[in-house]
T-cell receptor
């Protein structure tokens, strides 16, 4: 699986958009970008994933650059409850013995301030 | 409630002992994944089962073993416990191992070895 690089921490004001960057310059054509978050020792929570098109769901938007070497997770209106560690994960496509696992890095600690 | 049930929530045991952690996946999910999260190692993939069969192994120690039963619940057995095994152990499940499916994590079992 390709490695990802994320800033160790970020701050955001409540009500503002939080933009979390992720670099995955060695991503392969068949690898997806996944985002999870973990709120204070709870189980990680799936947020969104994408291959090359931008994606949006009720939680967030995912913007993937055209060359797929980086992406940005956008929380449009951050709340205090969005304070968490956010993980950007690149995962191989189906096939082989390793495609089932997610490789978590250190993630970005997002702190949302009142 | 994510739908993935892990028991017990907390476990305190002595060095050298053996414990069993249990995971019931979401209804309909065939895949179960085990992860270990310690303070210094982050989230580490241990093992993946799909419909009763082992599919992938990560950094799982020989003292640890797992299995998935016909009713799809899974157990992680940890033996000859050491202080360093103290960690949060998470179970996750998914319908399949294909990349279009996010994982759902349980709330974890906090193991303390004294």
């Amino acid at each position: 699986d390709a490695k990802t690089t994320q800033p160790p921490s970020m701050d955001c004001a409540e009500g503002r958009a939080a933009n979390l960057p992720c670099n995955h310059s060695t991503i392969s054509g068949n690898e997806y970008v996944y985002w999870y978050r973990q709120i204070h020792s709870q189980g990680p929570q799936y947020i969104i994933h994408g291959l090359k098109n931008n994606e949006t769901n009720e939680m967030a938007s995912l913007i993937i650059t055209e060359d797929r070497k980086s992406s940005t997770l956008i929380l449009p209106h951050a709340t205090l409850r969005d304070t968490a560690v956010y993980y950007c994960i690149v995962r191989v496509a189906a096939g082989g013995t390793s495609y089932g696992k997610l490789t978590f890095g250190q993630g970005t600690i997002l702190t949302v301030h009142p | 409630d994510s739908g993935v049930t892990q028991t017990p929530k907390h476990l305190i045991t002595a060095t050298g002992q053996r414990v069993t952690l249990r995971c019931s996946p979401r209804s309909g999910d065939l895949s179960v994944y085990w992860y270990q999260q310690s303070l210094d190692q982050g989230l580490q993939f241990l093992i993946h089962y799909y419909n009763g069969e082992e599919r992938a192994k990560g950094n799982i120690l020989e003292r640890f073993s797992a299995q998935q039963f016909p009713d799809l619940h899974s157990e992680l057995n940890l033996s000859s416990l050491e202080l360093g095994d103290s960690a949060l152990y998470f179970c996750a499940s998914s319908v399949s191992t294909g990349t279009n499916y996010g994982y759902t994590f349980g709330s974890g079992t906090r193991l303390t070895v004294v």
